[in-house]
Structure formats: structure tokens, C-alpha cells
């Protein structure tokens, strides 16, 4: 008998290029990248860092909460089955976990904790170096 696959857990999940970070890199406005682009989570994360940091909390929640939903779909896609790493050293997961992070500040800042806790979970499920990386590990 032949055993196939990752012993230790699942293999990561590695998300496909998105486009959005071109355009953002070339400084097209997140505004402008959302719109053309609306299943992009970079875009959306890249709004609520910006939302955040300007204390529109509740702007930059929905902003976070859009990116993070985005990027579920796109995991699911990419053949994740709910758990497993997410690794930020593979550029395109970031969005996703730039969202991840971003909800988690916002949920914090709404005094949401369960939320805020479960994000923070998931995120250093998804790979501790995203958290540390974020300013969250």
C-alpha cells in the first residue's frame, strides 16, 4: 500500500495571481481596483488598512469583512476545505490574510471580541508568520 499527500495535515493552499495588485502597484486608486475588480481581496484589504487608519472603524470593518468573504471564496476554489495553511510567503495569499488581519482589527475596535478572537485564530492557523508579519503575532 501507497500513501500519498502530507502526512502532517493538508498541503497549503496557494491562491492564484491577482491582477488588482498590478494595478495597484502602477497606483491606480483601491477605489478604482475594487470596482474593476470586486472578487479581488488585496483591493479590499488594501481599502480597510486605509479605513482603519483614518478611524472610519465601521468603513473599514465593511471594507475588511468584503476582502475576507472575497477571499474564502477564492481558497474554496483553490481546493481549501476549511482548514489548513495559508501561507504569506506566496504574495497572492496575502490579500487574504491583509483582510483576515484588517477584520480582526475593526472587530477588535467595535468591541466585537468574539470575532476579533476568532479571526486572530484563523489567522495564525493560516501561517503565524502572516500574524507577526501583520502585528498580530
Excluded at 478604482?32 to 480597510?48: F, I, K, N, Y
Excluded at 469583512?65 to 495559508?86: A, E, M
Aim: hydrophobic residues 45%; negative net charge; charged residues 20%.
Amino acid at each position: 500500500m501507497t500513501l500519498h499527500g502530507n502526512l502532517l495535515g493538508p498541503e497549503p493552499t496557494l491562491l492564484p495571481v491577482d491582477p488588482a495588485a498590478a494595478e495597484l502597484d502602477r497606483g491606480v486608486t483601491p477605489e478604482e481596483v475594487a470596482a474593476a475588480h470586486p472578487t479581488s481581496s488585496l483591493a479590499w484589504a488594501v481599502l480597510a488598512e486605509r479605513a482603519l487608519e483614518n478611524a472610519l472603524t465601521i468603513t473599514g470593518y465593511a471594507y475588511a469583512r468584503t476582502g475576507y468573504h472575497r477571499g474564502l471564496d477564492q481558497l474554496r476554489r483553490s481546493g481549501w476545505k476549511g482548514f489548513g495553511p495559508v501561507p504569506w510567503s506566496h504574495e497572492p495569499n496575502r490579500g487574504f490574510l491583509r483582510a483576515l488581519a484588517s477584520l480582526q482589527r475593526a472587530a477588535a475596535l467595535i468591541g466585537e471580541t468574539d470575532e476579533a478572537e476568532r479571526c486572530l485564530v484563523f489567522l495564525v492557523d493560516s501561517d503565524p508568520a502572516a500574524a507577526a508579519a501583520l502585528g498580530l503575532g
